[in-house]
Nanobody, 126 residues
Framework: QLKLAESGGGSVQPGGSLRLSCAAS????????IGWFRQAPGQEREGVSC????????DYADSVKGRFTVSRDNAKMTVYLQMNSLKPEDAAVYYC???????????????????WGQGTQVTVSS
């Protein structure tokens, strides 16, 4: 059974950077596209990014394009989300999740993904 665990969250000032990690266990990561999502209090879960199983294809929400970069190291069973130029509106709990196929779905919808991690908190404030 594929299990995912996020880490790397924290508190930063606007304009700062964080790198989130999503560590997989229980099954090889190579077969799955991995998505990143976030959820702020009182808001719906929002798709942030996705990376295909081999890393050759990525997708980003418009709100993070040019600031966030998703990558993966299948040998280390880990997917990363580098977040730069963070804004207060980026504050949320960030989750990673596995898609059942090797390519990212056409839309970053949470119901297309399974095997969710427990989330990691990102706070952006001055």
């Amino acid at each position: 059974q594929l299990k995912l665990a996020e880490s790397g969250g924290g508190s930063v000032q606007p304009g700062g950077s964080l790198r989130l990690s999503c560590a997989a266990s229980g099954f090889t990561l190579d077969y799955f596209a991995i998505g990143w999502f976030r959820q702020a209090p009182g808001q719906e879960r929002e798709g942030v990014s996705c990376i295909s199983s081999g890393g050759g294809s990525t997708d980003y929400a418009d709100s993070v394009k040019g600031r966030f970069t998703v990558s993966r190291d299948n040998a280390k069973m880990t997917v990363y989300l580098q977040m730069n130029s963070l804004k207060p509106e980026d504050a949320a709990v960030y989750y990673c999740a596995a898609h059942s196929f090797d390519s990212c779905p056409g839309a970053l919808r949470s119901d297309y993904f399974t095997a969710w991690g427990q989330g990691t908190q990102v706070t952006v404030s001055s």
